[in-house]
């Protein structure tokens, strides 16, 4: 695949995937509509701007890292032809599934709701499961040593506090 034909291909997926699980889907169960804070606290919603800040930077970064260096997309049609171990991912193996929870939790915090906390804790679980059963033996398959490497030495979910040296 192409540098041009990946980058096409990962913002089209960036529009399928994140924009409507973090944008979309939380749009139409909140309406962006604020609810009385959780714990009675204001501040509380300051935890969710801050999720919502982090999660997006992250996301972006692994789609471009996904076209840029591993000559894919993150979409599993249009896979990368590189393990890409840089960046986040040299913190956290799958960045993008915890930049998408972040955002998603980031919002229920944000407008308080309840049913988003529920759809962000359901999501979360279907990524463990999706990247248990399919992803990570996929990912063996394919990298071999290389992978099982990168394994051993970068969590799935709770980043790292030092970089895996590249």
């Known amino acids: 695949m192409s540098k041009l034909t990946a980058i096409l291909g990962s913002a089209l997926f960036f529009l399928v995937a994140p924009a409507m699980l973090a944008g979309v889907i939380p749009w139409s169960i909140t309406h962006w509509e604020f609810q009385p804070p959780f714990l009675a606290v204001e501040a509380t919603r300051l935890a969710g701007v801050v999720f919502i800040i982090a999660g997006m930077p992250g996301l972006l970064d692994s789609f471009a890292r996904f076209a840029l260096q591993g000559l894919g997309t993150p979409a599993p049609i249009a896979p990368p032809r ?5 960046g986040l991912y040299r913190h956290v193996r799958n960045p993008i599934y915890v930049a998408v ?7 229920a915090v944000l407008f308080a709701d309840r049913q988003l906390l529920g759809y962000g804790a359901f999501l979360w679980l279907f ?14 398959e ?7 490497s990168y394994r051993a030495n970068v969590p799935r ?10």
């Not at 929870?101 to 919002?107: D, N």
């Open 157 to 166: 979910w709770l980043p790292r506090r030092t970089p895996r040296a590249v």
């Open 82 to 86: 590189h393990l890409v171990v840089s």
């Open 142 to 148: 394919t990298f071999g040593p290389e992978y099982e």
């Open 101 to 107: 929870v972040a955002v998603i939790l980031g919002q």
């Open 127 to 140: 990524f463990h499961v999706w990247v248990v059963m399919i992803e990570e033996p996929t990912l063996k």
